[in-house]
Structure formats: C-alpha cells, structure tokens
C-alpha cells in the first residue's frame, strides 16, 4: 500500500489524498510536525516538504504536481478518453488553483480587514478567471468530476470553512464559484480527505483571536465590504 507522509492542515496535501479519496485507492498516512521534523523524513524527503508519498516499492516521491501526475499514470484516469490538448489544459487550470493555496493560507491569517482586503485581490482575479470559464456544470468540465476539481477542492473546503465559522464568504461576487463550492461539498470527499480533528487543528491554526476571520461575527471592528475587494508556511 502507498504511504502518504502529510501535515493535517496543507492543502496540497489534501490535493493529493483528495484524488486517492476520488478514486477510491487505499493508502495510509502519516502526520508529522513541520516545527520538528523526524530525521527519517529529512533522509528520504529532498525538499524536506509534504506531501511525500511512498510507492509501495520504497520510492519516496515528492512534489505535489509529480505526485498526481504519478496516481493518474499507474491507475485509471478520473475522466476517460480525454485528448492530449483537454489534460493540458486540465493542467493549467490546475495550476492556477495551487498557486494560490500560499495566498489563501495568508489571506486567512490576516490580522485586520485592511490587510485581508488586500491580501484578497489575488484570490478575487483567480477566482475571477474560473467563474468566467465555469459553464453550466456541476463540475469544472461538465457532468464528471476531473482532476481540475479535486486541485481546487482545497481552497472551495477551506472557504467553506471560513463561511461557517465567521460568515465571511470568499465567493460572495462568483456564483458559479459558489454554485461549484456546493457540488464539491456534496460529494463528501473533502471531509474524507482530512483528519477528523481537521476542523480543531485549522481553526486553531487560521481562525484564532488572532485573525480578523477568526474574531467572525463576534468582532467589533467594521464590516468587510466586499465591493472594495474587486473580483477581476503551511506545508513546508
């Protein structure tokens, strides 16, 4: 069986345990503490980051983008058939979700509504981009779900943890962001994806008294307003 080495809260973690969720490929995992990492880690681990995943023959692979690319070469592809320029594109859009879970998870820390706002742009132009490419749905190409969802089912999980907790909805000016936020939820994968204590270890972590998002609907600063925030170290 594979071995998945993880830190609970990193979404790029989550991306990779999120396809095996998807596809239904047993693995086990095991959580290490990024402030004290265990020297057998370091030894087989380049970058000394997670996700790391072990091949049942020993391999320690690392790098998000490598390691899914790896689960959709030695088992059966989300969505089947597709041609060389739609899983290239697939790609892309892939990457345009994890290289913004760094901006997220700084967004989410921000200290102020100042800060949020700003930090916020970022996030609105990307999400900006994928409202503009979702078409009637459920899912990011239509009727199936494909491996563009799963790379950005850790920044819709997060936001939607964000909502429940402080109120405060990342996809308030995106409806089809919003729309597709609710058909991932449905499909329960990104709970499974996760640690049980996954939503203790992220509030403690981003939604503390410490954070404008944390302080939620019990704050007594200023409302955010979202129409000033134009739509247009976790892991390592």
């Known amino acids: 069986m594979i071995k998945i080495v993880s830190f609970k809260i990193c979404p790029f973690v989550q991306r990779v345990t999120a396809l095996l969720e998807a596809k239904h490929i047993p693995y086990e995992i095991e959580y290490i ?3 004290d990492k265990p020297q057998w880690f370091l030894d087989i681990s380049p970058t ?9 023959g020993g391999t320690a692979l690392f790098e998000s983008d490598a390691i899914v690319e790896y689960i959709d070469e030695v088992t059966t592809p989300l969505v089947k058939e597709i041609t060389p320029e739609q899983r ?5 859009w892939s990457y345009q979700a994890t290289k913004h879970y760094l901006v997220q998870c700084s967004t989410m820390q921000s200290a102020n509504q100042e800060t949020l706002a700003e930090r916020s742009e970022k996030l609105n132009k990307a999400f900006a981009k994928a409202e503009k490419k979702l078409a009637a749905g459920p899912y990011f190409n239509g009727e199936t779900m494909g491996n563009v969802d799963v790379a950005w089912l850790p920044l819709l999980h997060r936001a939607l943890i964000v909502e429940q ?4 909805d990342f996809f308030a000016d995106f409806p089809k962001m919003k729309a597709w936020q609710g058909a991932i939820a449905k499909t329960g994968i990104a709970e499974k994806s996760v640690p049980a204590d996954f939503g203790e270890a992220f509030t403690n972590f981003y939604l503390s008294e410490k954070t404008f998002l944390g302080r939620g609907a019990n704050s007594n600063e200023a409302p955010i307003e979202k129409t000033t925030v134009v739509g247009g170290g976790c892991c390592g």
């Open 165 to 168: 907790h402080s109120g405060y």
């Open 88 to 92: 290239a594109i697939d790609r892309a």
């Open 48 to 56: 000394g980051q997670v996700p790391l995943l072990v091949t049942e």
């Open 33 to 35: 503490d990024l402030s």
